[in-house]
T-cell receptor, first 115, second 114 residues
Framework: GAVVSQHPSWVICKSGTSVKIECRSL??????MFWYRQFPKQSLMLMAT?????????EQGVEKDKFLINHASLTLSTLTVTSAHPEDSSFYIC???????????FGQGTRLTVV | AQSVTQLDSQVPVFEEAPVELRCNYS??????LFWYVQYPNQGLQLLLK??????LVKGINGFEAEFNKSQTSFHLRKPSVHISDTAEYFC????????????FGKGTTLSVSS
């Protein structure tokens, strides 16, 4: 079946630095990808919808200048956490839906720890 | 907008007992429904999905769910659980549009003990 690959699976960074997370759809084209955030023992919260070739749509309360999303091709979306702080530590998961079937596929997730 | 309510935050059961995890959704239009399982420090694994057709959906690991449009429910069931089923379970809803994200419930922690 279709696969979404997310990289890296975990990252530790210093406070104030930026971290980029990549999300690739491996065998289907994704004009739209989604980024979620999951705090420990909580559910997945939609952060933003990434649209190929246009600006991302952010959910209420999500800082677009802090979480930069780029969707430059039909198979790649990136999330950059800028000037990371410890409170940004979380599990970030990307998702894409197959245009033909409507099915949703999720990346493996990225555990970000900011120290 | 769509929303999902998982009625039980925690469900403790004994091994080999049956279990039902409840999920209700809200939507004014037709939806797709999903159940995912998440083990500690791991990503999501799809258990089953309802897109259309038969309202009884069978998934992996012996799980099944029934779509009930009149009650707007999509409860997950397993006739006999194992210790290894201990995990977090998420119900999710989305529209029949590829540009629409899945919206997740708050999750249900299933704890299976011997």
């Amino acid at each position: 079946g279709a696969v979404v690959s997310q990289h890296p699976s975990w990252v530790i960074c210093k406070s104030g630095t930026s971290v980029k997370i990549e999300c690739r759809s491996l065998d289907f084209q994704a004009t739209t990808m989604f980024w979620y955030r999951q705090f420990p023992k909580q559910s997945l919260m939609l952060m933003a919808t990434s649209n190929e070739g246009s600006k991302a749509t952010y959910e209420q309360g999500v800082e677009k200048d802090k979480f930069l999303i780029n969707h430059a091709s039909l198979t790649l979306s990136t999330l950059t956490v800028t000037s990371a702080h410890p409170e940004d530590s979380s599990f970030y998961i990307c998702s894409a839906r197959d245009v033909l079937t409507g099915e949703a596929f999720f990346g493996q997730g990225t555990r970000l720890t900011v120290v | 907008a769509q929303s999902v309510t998982q009625l039980d935050s925690q469900v403790p059961v004994f091994e080999e007992a049956p279990v039902e995890l409840r999920c209700n959704y809200s939507s004014s239009v037709s939806v797709y429904l999903f159940w995912y399982v998440q083990y500690p420090n791991q990503g999501l694994q799809l258990l089953l999905k309802y897109l259309s057709g038969s309202t009884l959906v069978k998934g992996i690991n012996g799980f099944e769910a029934e779509f009930n449009k009149s009650q707007t429910s999509f409860h997950l069931r397993k006739p006999s659980v194992h210790i290894s089923d201990t995990a977090e379970y998420f119900c999710a809803v989305t529209l029949n549009q590829a540009g629409t994200a899945l919206i997740f419930g708050k999750g249900t922690t299933l704890s299976v003990s011997s």
